[in-house]
């Protein structure tokens, strides 16, 4: 049961279970072009950063950090509370679902690179 106000009165409304499915659906169906256009927009970008020699540092900052915002969006996407939409995208869109995790993980390992060579220059500098 859902309840709402509506010109100061409370008005309840009974779902049924087929409701609250149809409901679930059309959250996922959202979910999964928001996930599609972050990974996509990603995919891109981390392919540039492969490809492209920079001549200018803050361009490439300036779009590890467009990735990094987009993956964290892909990242609060994919893990909701109970993992419902994660389990809905591994069975209905597998392949989106492992360009998604890959590309969460490369983004993992390059900022784990980038905290421990920041690290170690700074204990460099302290010697």
Known sequence: MITFEKR??????????GDVNR??????????????FFTEVSSGMVHQLNSKKYKIFDEYIN??????FNLACV????????????NYLFDNDPA????AQS??????MFENMLDSLTESLSNAADN
């Open 75 to 86: 990242s609060e996407i994919l893990h909701d509370e109970n993992n419902n939409f994660e």
């Open 23 to 36: 409901f679930k659906s059309l959250i996922n169906i959202d979910k999964h072009r928001e996930l599609s």
């Open 8 to 17: 100061n009165k409370l008005i309840n409304i009974n779902y049924g279970a």
């Open 96 to 99: 989106l679902y492992y360009n």
């Open 63 to 68: 779009n590890v950090n467009i990735i990094r």
């Open 103 to 108: 590309l969460l993980l490369a983004v993992r």
